[in-house]
Structure formats: C-alpha cells, structure tokens
C-alpha cells in the first residue's frame, strides 16, 4: 500500500484535512498520515466541525509531532507532502527519507478570525482545494511514471488554484 504523510508546522488543520482526504477518497490504496514539525497538540476546532459535516469521523484525528514518522518502527512513507503557504512566511518542515516530497502550499484556514461561520467557510475552501489535489494525485498512474516524471507531476499538481 502506498502511504503518504501530509505535513505542516501545527498539525492542526491544512494536513489534518489532507489526511482524512487521503483516507477517504484513497478507498483502502493508501495510508494516509499527518503530522508537524510543532504540533498544536489538538486539531483546531473548525477542522474537527468539518470533519463531521463531511462524515469522516474526528475523533481518528489528533495533531502529532513528525517524530512519530520517523526512526524505529516508523511506517515506511513513500511521500512526503508540506501543505504550509510559502506565501505567508511558513516556514515548512522538510521530512528526511521520503522517496517523492510534494509542496501543496495553501493559506492556513486556522488563521482566520471571525464568526464560527466565517472559519468554516475558510476549512470549506480548504477542503475544496485540498480534495482537487488529492484527486489528481489519485489519478496518476505512479507506476508508470519514472521519479523525476512524479516529482514534476506533484510540483503540477501542487500549483493548482489556490497555492500558496
């Protein structure tokens, strides 16, 4: 099984998100992890909320250190995918020892203040442009491709609409 791990600095929304992404529309043809260089030591709240409302459970989700993906008795990951915003300043972690790594910047929905609506409305765009990558992802065919072919497919697909 092909197994991916989605990182960020907090562990709280953007790769949390892409997890559960990678779960649910990988249908059993990957293993999808997340994780931080920092971990916030809890999923932000607006991540949790979505999560519901798409009907993914929760609960399975929890903000880890990228320790745990490393070292012994670490799961192999075959990619290693930052999804911080360059944009903003982020500085993303560089995960050693992945064969493919990924940049899928997107602004940080957990930066967002307002009304309960309008942070969920930002997790709901998040998600969106989050879903369009995984699908495209989902739809290589990586054993026909060489890595230098991959990496440029991955680096494609991580400057879809919305990067950051």
């Known amino acids: 099984?092909?197994?991916?791990?989605?990182?960020?600095?907090?562990?709280?929304?953007?790769?949390?998100?892409?997890?559960?992404l990678f779960g649910h529309l990988g249908q059993g043809r990957i293993a999808a992890y997340s994780a931080?260089?920092?971990?916030?030591?809890v999923p932000h709240p607006g991540a949790l909320r979505l999560l519901a409302r798409k009907g993914i459970?929760?609960?399975?989700?929890?903000?880890?250190?990228?320790?745990?993906?490393?070292?012994?008795?670490?799961?192999?990951?075959?990619?290693?995918?930052?999804?911080?915003?360059?944009?903003?300043?982020?500085?993303?972690?560089?995960?050693p020892g992945a064969p493919l790594r990924a940049h899928w910047g997107l602004p940080d929905p957990a930066d967002v203040e307002g009304s309960e609506a309008e942070v969920d409305a930002a997790f709901?765009?998040?998600?969106?442009?989050?879903?369009?990558?995984?699908?495209?992802?989902?739809?290589?065919n990586l054993n026909a491709l060489d890595r230098a072919s991959a990496s440029a497919e991955l680096a494609r697909i991580g400057q879809m609409e919305g990067a950051a």
């Open 1 to 20: 099984m092909f197994s991916v791990l989605v990182l960020c600095t907090g562990n709280s929304a953007r790769s949390i998100l892409g997890e559960a």
């Open 36 to 41: 931080g260089s920092k971990p916030k030591g």
């Open 57 to 95: 459970d929760p609960a399975q989700f929890r903000s880890k250190s990228w320790n745990e993906y490393s070292g012994p008795g670490a799961p192999q990951i075959d990619l290693a995918i930052t999804v911080c915003g360059n944009a903003a300043g982020e500085a993303c972690p560089v995960f």
């Open 124 to 140: 709901e765009e998040t998600w969106r442009l989050l879903d369009m990558r995984v699908r495209a992802f989902l739809a290589l």
